[in-house]
């Protein structure tokens, strides 16, 4: 498959999946969750970087034409401009809602070698390759990013996620403690300290 072939596949999957994923919105919006049914939407809002665009608006879902060339536009941009430290953020993004995780890392690191010290990008790197199953990484950024900006709630869930993911009771213990000391209320405690427990006892 040729580099033009091979795009023009990915911007389709791209594609669809943001029109499906803003039709559900639309459907979710106008009738609600049926009844029995869980909602989605704060969970898929979580998958999703707190500074991304919106991809729900009734504009975008009349016009998919616009959305197709957004999606294209976006891509294009980052690769034929590499040192469009905006292009390489947004692409990755793109990549990231679709569960691409490894394409979008690959646009992050570029963006991070253009901007070392923005914190959002090593953010995005940690998150990114703590979705992607790349443990030992994910905490490199985490921690990078911890010594950017010290107390992030977000930043120690994901430190702690990354180092329970990969085995390491010391440093996931660490983590945890943290967690619990900037944000004693915090949600994810009381699953990482059962995740402790049980990997302590193996």
Known sequence: MTREN??????GILFGFIVGFMFASTMGQKYGPAQGTPNLGASSAQSIP?????????NAMNDPAAVREQVTSSIEKA??????FEAQVEAGKLFYQI??????????VKANQLKPTDYD???????????AAHYDVAEKWYRAALKMKQGDVMVLSGLAAATLSRGDAKAAEDAIAQLEKVDPTSVDLPQFKD?????KKK
């Open 6 to 11: 091979l795009l023009f596949a990915i911007i």
């Open 50 to 58: 707190a500074d991304h665009p919106p991809v729900g608006s009734q």
């Open 79 to 84: 690769r034929k401009d590499p040192n469009n």
């Open 99 to 108: 569960q691409r995780y490894d394409q979008a890392i690959e646009f992050w």
């Open 121 to 131: 990008t090593v953010v995005l790197l940690g998150m990114g390759n703590l979705d």
């Open 195 to 199: 995740q402790l427990e049980t990997l």
